[in-house]
């Protein structure tokens, strides 16, 4: 069993800053990509922003040079640090992880439970 627990969304005015972390436990062998997805009301989930276990990150256009994504593979951790925040950045915020729990199992995709990020104009 594999589990993605989210932390430090919240409430911030336009051109605050806001940092995510996301904590993956359970069973884990190995772990593959990391990253950000947001679903805002009435709108599809985008991604925004991914990393590899090697480090090579992407960015949506729409937070390039403001959100920063980096990850501490020691702690099973990645993090979303958000700077100049704009009110079309609210959303839910959901972390993904590509996981193998086992040597012998195939890569799978899982997902945290979303933390909520509203930017006040």
């Known amino acids: 069993q594999v589990q993605l627990v989210e932390s430090g969304g919240g409430l911030v005015q336009a051109g605050g800053s806001l940092t995510l972390s996301c904590a993956a436990s359970?069973?884990?062998?190995?772990?593959?990509?990391m990253g950000w997805y947001r679903q805002a009301p009435g709108k599809q989930r985008e991604l925004v922003a991914g990393i590899t276990s090697f480090g090579t990150t992407n960015y949506a256009d729409s937070v390039k040079g403001r959100f920063t994504i980096s990850r501490d593979n020691a702690k099973n951790t990645v993090y979303l640090q958000m700077n100049s925040l704009k009110p079309e950045d609210t959303a839910v915020y959901y972390c993904?992880?590509?996981?193998?729990?086992?040597?012998?199992?195939?890569?799978?995709?899982?997902w945290g439970q979303g933390t909520q990020v509203i930017v006040s104009s």
């Open positions: 359970g069973s884990i062998f190995v772990i593959n990509t």
């Open positions: 993904n992880a590509n996981i193998r729990s086992t040597w012998a199992a195939p890569h799978r995709d899982y």
